[in-house]
């Protein structure tokens, strides 16, 4: 049975470290009055319009291994498979930020706000990313308040569209979770309306599971490696 959660907009709030980063400006003591005005004011915006909300559906091992060869476009080999099957607990999810934030975005463009519009676009993206990471701490929670140790609850969450999933899994996924319930729907091309939306797996186990090394052919071509820090972090 699915779970259709509610999240705090406080929960999941850009910085405007995470927003500048997006901009590639990492020096945040050299922003303009504008650049800065800009940041705060799509923060703002952000807390205003956007109704996060996510659908997750616990799943089995055997169930996941066919939502995750999909269309049977992965990469092969990938970090992931191994990733599911040592996994001992699994959860889907679709989350979105919310349509009015999208909406707001194009606005923004088509009157030609473009600085901020591109700051209001980061936030968004920053904000679903969020979600992501807000759904893994809850998981993780939820194991251990069964008592499940603390050391099989190490939860990631993995996308179709990285680390060699095909996007073109999202069919099977979207056919199991139905995230229409929420209004996230997917497009021909396997992109989720309204854009700003994550979808994927979490999957728990001992923290090892989820370390690979960045060597797959696939790893060169992925311009930001989000993987990256979060496997370092779980090697000390």
């Known amino acids: 049975m699915s779970t259709i959660i509610t999240i705090a907009v406080q929960d999941i709030l850009p910085d405007r470290e995470s927003i500048l980063r997006a901009q590639g400006?990492?020096?945040n003591g050299r922003v303009s009055e504008r650049i800065g005005?800009?940041?705060?004011?799509?923060i703002g915006l952000f807390e205003q319009l956007a109704k996060p909300t996510a659908i997750t559906r616990?799943?089995?091992a055997a169930d996941f291994g066919l939502i995750y060869h999909g269309l049977g476009r992965n990469e092969q080999p990938g970090p992931i498979e191994g990733v599911y099957r040592d996994g001992r607990h699994l959860l889907v999810?679709?989350?979105?930020?919310?349509?009015?934030?999208s909406a707001k975005i194009s606005e923004l463009f088509?009157?030609?706000?473009?600085?901020?519009g591109n700051c209001l676009d980061a936030a968004a993206s920053e904000g679903a990313d969020?979600?992501?990471?807000?759904?893994e701490t809850m998981f993780a929670k939820t194991l251990i308040a069964r008592g499940i140790p603390d050391d099989q609850t190490v939860v990631f969450a993995y996308s179709p569209g990285y680390c060699g999933w095909h996007i073109s899994a999202q069919k099977a996924l979207f056919g199991f979770l139905r995230?229409?319930?929420i209004g996230i729907t997917l497009r021909e091309s396997f992109l989720m309306e309204p854009l700003k939306s994550v979808s994927g797996a979490l999957i728990a186990g001992p923290r090892e599971i989820h370390i690979f090394e960045g060597t797959y052919p696939f790893c060169a071509q992925c311009r930001t490696q989000p993987c990256r820090a979060r496997i370092d972090a779980l090697k000390h």
């Open 25 to 27: 400006i990492t020096d």
């Open 37 to 42: 005005g800009s940041v705060d004011e799509a």
């Open 58 to 60: 616990e799943i089995s």
């Open 93 to 101: 999810f679709a989350a979105t930020v919310g349509p009015t934030v």
């Open 110 to 116: 088509a009157i030609g706000e473009f600085v901020l």
């Open 130 to 135: 969020r979600i992501s990471t807000r759904l």
């Open 179 to 181: 995230p229409e319930q």
